[in-house]
T-cell receptor, first 114, second 109 residues
């Protein structure tokens, strides 16, 4: 039973560029949430996708957008990258949209913006 | 979710010593989750507490939820080097999961 997978593992981008990160949820899970984790901080909720729609959104600008596909996999897109976007981006899947459900995290994508 | 505060930010212990991290909220929590993140790794769910005054044990780990549901703690008895990592509490809130800043535990052999 595959857990949550994310790609790529690491990424280096330049300010102003755009980036797409990918996530495949744990088998049987239908909900994907994205988090940003800055160094030394806890994960911060970006948004959640269920049934191919954004269901919840944290305090992140519109530069952050996402998508969920029919197979439940998801993408996170960030436009006009800023130095402050450098962080570990974590994808978490769950069975259902309630925040009380256990979140299964992927290994993350380490994004560095130079 | 509401902001949850964790203390201490960092603790360094000798192997065999006990360790406790505390999580506090200014508002009543419906429930609380705990996660562990190893260095270079990702958060892994440990447990969820729901009831007022609830105490749950997982081997050497003891989790408590306060009577007023405004605080929680994680206690590790006789730490081992495998306990190294950052421990986060997280408030599921009404719709989104809000993490504390975590307590980083370092265990020296």
């Amino acid at each position: 039973d595959a857990g949550v997978t994310q790609s790529p593992t690491h990424l280096i981008k330049t300010r102003g560029q755009q980036v797409t990160l990918r996530c495949s949820p744990k088998s049987g899970h239908d909900t994907v949430s994205w988090y940003q984790q800055a160094l030394g901080q806890g994960p911060q909720f970006i948004f959640q996708y269920y049934e191919e729609e954004e269901r919840q959104r944290g305090n992140f600008p519109d530069r952050f957008s996402g998508h969920q596909f029919p197979n439940y996999s998801s993408e996170l897109n960030v436009n006009a990258l800023l130095l402050g976007d450098s962080a570990l981006y974590l994808c978490a899947s769950s069975l259902g949209t309630s925040s009380s459900y256990e979140q299964y995290f992927g290994p993350g994508t380490r994004l560095t913006v130079t | 979710g509401q902001q949850v505060m964790q203390i201490p930010q960092y603790q360094h212990v000798q192997e065999g010593e006990d360790f406790t991290t505390y999580c506090n909220s200014s508002t009543t929590l419906s429930n609380i989750q705990w996660y562990k993140q190893r260095p270079g790794g990702h958060p892994v769910f440990l447990i969820q507490l729901v009831k007022s005054g609830e105490v749950k044990k997982q081997k050497r780990l003891t989790f408590q939820f306060g009577e007023a549901k405004k605080n929680s703690s994680l206690h590790i008895t006789a730490t081992q080097t495998t306990d190294v990592g950052t421990y986060f509490c997280a408030d599921p809130g009404y719709s989104t999961l809000t993490f504390g800043k975590g307590t980083m535990l370092l265990v020296s052999p």
